[in-house]
């Protein structure tokens, strides 16, 4: 689907430039609702480009959000989620939303994102919006996508805007220091700002060959971790021990898991862990085995489909906003790691 920009005739030449312990769920959760402030020496948001054929590949905004924003990651963070503004629009019905469009059209949109679709943020610019709109001319409406990460002390944050967006009025508001824009990096071009982004491709996801394949179909929504889930992370300290046998085997008996991800659709979620995994039908069955999450993880996640070959689960998506939830605070047992001791 098109980006608004694009619609309006304001496409942007393909850019290639090169760009840039576990995350606590916690810090996960904060990162998505709020910034921080960067360190006085920032380094550019779009790293200089690089020469070597066998760079990683650069930051290209022609991808889907999670596919483009991997560059930018910084190697060291160990979990990623991106929210789809432009998907969310069209799932709500109002495809190309803008700060532009009437303020009751805008405020019913964001009545609807917390409850009817799987968001990971409520909008980093919301708080302020009211300034935004009046001094500066935008709001978290021109956003197409937002992704914030973090992990062993790197977090931060990127926000892609629309394509047509006159970026003076952003870069006016950077440099006022307004609200989570304090400290961030402006790339005026890219239409791209954020604080904590990688400095070189070559420290950023975008290097790690097994992140690439995980992302890149459309999604509302999408979160990725560079590695699996603990079991004491997934179920709580003291619950691996009280296992009866039965499921104590299915768990002693998955493979290695490394990175994985979670795509959100409207109706429809998929794990993706990495081609040819012969564990995936174990993995999708583990909800059925090991003891009940609260929220449960069937309320949000239901009626698995498994594809070994790829690496797949399949959910429909129950209560959405659990679905989430686990998500977000790492809660899923098809992503345990296999030594779970």
Not at 5 to 19: D, N, Q
Not at 40 to 48: A, G, Y
């Amino acid at each position: 689907m098109s980006r608004r920009g694009r619609a309006a005739g304001g496409t942007l030449p393909r850019m290639r430039h090169g760009v840039g312990a576990a995350l606590l769920a916690g810090s996960l959760a904060s990162a998505l609702l709020v910034s921080g402030c960067s360190d006085e020496k920032q380094t550019p948001i779009i790293p200089p480009e690089t020469e070597e054929a066998t760079d990683p590949p650069a930051y290209d905004p022609d991808l889907e959000a999670a596919a483009a924003v991997l560059a930018l990651v910084p190697e060291e963070a160990t979990a990623l989620a991106v929210t789809d503004f432009d998907q969310l629009r069209l799932q709500l019905e109002v495809p190309g939303l803008t700060s532009e469009d009437p303020a009751r059209k805008r405020a019913a949109f964001w009545r609807k994102v917390p409850t009817q679709t799987a968001a990971m943020t409520e909008g980093l610019l919301r708080p302020m919006e009211a300034r935004l709109a009046k001094d500066y001319g935008f709001t978290q409406d021109d956003v197409l996508w937002e992704a914030h990460f973090g992990g062993e002390g790197s977090e931060g944050w990127v926000l892609k805007f629309r394509d047509d967006l006159d970026m003076r009025g952003v870069r006016r508001a950077v440099e006022d220091e307004v609200g989570p824009l304090t400290g961030a990096q402006v790339a005026v071009n890219e239409r791209v700002v954020g604080i904590g982004t990688a400095s070189d491709t070559e420290e950023s996801w975008a290097a790690d060959d097994d992140l690439p394949g995980l992302v890149g179909q459309p999604a509302v929504a999408t979160y990725v971790a560079r590695d699996c889930i603990p079991f004491d992370d997934a179920f709580g300290p003291g619950v691996r021990e009280q296992l009866a046998s039965g499921p104590a085997h299915d768990v002693a008996e998955l493979d290695e898991l490394g990175p994985f991800a979670v795509a959100f659709g409207a109706d429809l979620v998929t794990a993706r862990l990495g081609a040819a995994r012969v564990d995936a039908f174990a993995r999708a069955a583990l909800a059925d085995t090991l003891p009940e999450s609260e929220p449960s993880f069937g309320d949000g996640f239901q009626r698995p489909v498994a594809d070994p070959a790829s690496g797949r689960i399949g959910y429909a998506i129950g209560d959405i906003r659990v679905a989430v939830e686990l998500t977000i605070e790492r809660r899923l047992p098809f992503a345990i790691c296999a030594d779970a001791e």
